[in-house]
């Protein structure tokens, strides 16, 4: 099984800051690497694809980059709206697994 | 619009069984692979089981492995999932997700989720 490992955990971050967020494959999965937002009570949503597709309707200021085992997420001015839990996850092969998640909260 | 609505959640005592269904709408299911992903209280996300358009290839995380069976009815649009001899590890959301085949599973289409508490 493919082992996804995010970091950090969590951040602390105030609204304009450029935030980073790493994810790193235990073997390589080439560009198959996806990025999730999750807040509470709400469904998550597909940010990035394909390691660095911008999903439809999603602004601008995610970006994704990165390929084979390591990736980073990048949220280039943080938004209020942005204060969530973002995940990784590999499409590479079965079982698709997830990364343990980066919590991003107010500073 | 893709609507994707979870149902059949609930307690349940260890050792129990439990069905959950998605009913799907705004797409056709008929071409998407499906995807059940669950988040247990305070953990992270969790890929369950995925089922290819025909039904034809399942497969499933080995934690569940001989104890859920991933289901699909085309013809109501429909996905299912069945739970037998459930544990307190098997709380969660469960989540009916669009997509599943590798390479390249997106998972674009969320439904709000099914939350499954286990205990006695």
């Not at chain 1, 970091?7 to 235990?26: E, K, M, N």
């Not at chain 2, 056709?28 to 039904?55: C, H």
Request: aromatic letters at 12%; hydrophobic letters at 35%; one cysteine or more.
């Amino acid at each position: 099984d493919i082992q996804m490992t995010q970091s950090p955990s969590s951040l602390s971050a105030s609204v304009g800051d450029r935030v980073t967020i790493t994810c790193r494959a235990s073997q390589s999965i080439s560009s198959y690497l996806n990025w999730y937002q999750l807040k509470p009570g709400k469904a998550p949503k597909v940010l990035i694809y394909a390691a660095s597709t911008l999903q439809t309707g999603v602004p601008s200021r995610f970006s994704g980059s990165g390929s084979g085992t390591d990736f980073t997420l990048t949220i280039s001015s943080l938004q209020p709206e942005d204060f969530a839990t973002y995940y990784c996850q590999q499409s590479y092969s079965t079982p698709l697994t997830f990364g343990g998640g980066t919590k991003v909260e107010i500073k | 619009e893709v609507q994707l609505v979870e149902s059949g959640g609930g307690l349940v005592q260890p050792g129990g069984s439990l069905r959950l269904s998605c009913a799907a709408s705004g797409f056709t299911f008929s071409n998407y692979w499906m995807t059940w992903v669950r988040q247990a209280p305070g953990k992270g996300l969790e890929w369950v089981a995925n089922i290819k358009q025909d039904g034809s290839e399942k497969y499933y995380v080995d934690s569940v492995k001989g104890r859920f069976t991933i289901s699909r009815d085309n013809a109501k649009n429909s996905l299912y999932l069945q739970m037998n001899s459930l544990g307190a590890e098997d709380t969660a959301v469960y989540y009916c997700v669009t997509g599943g085949g590798v390479p390249g599973a997106r998972f674009v289409h969320w439904g709000h989720g099914a939350l499954v508490i286990v205990s006695s």
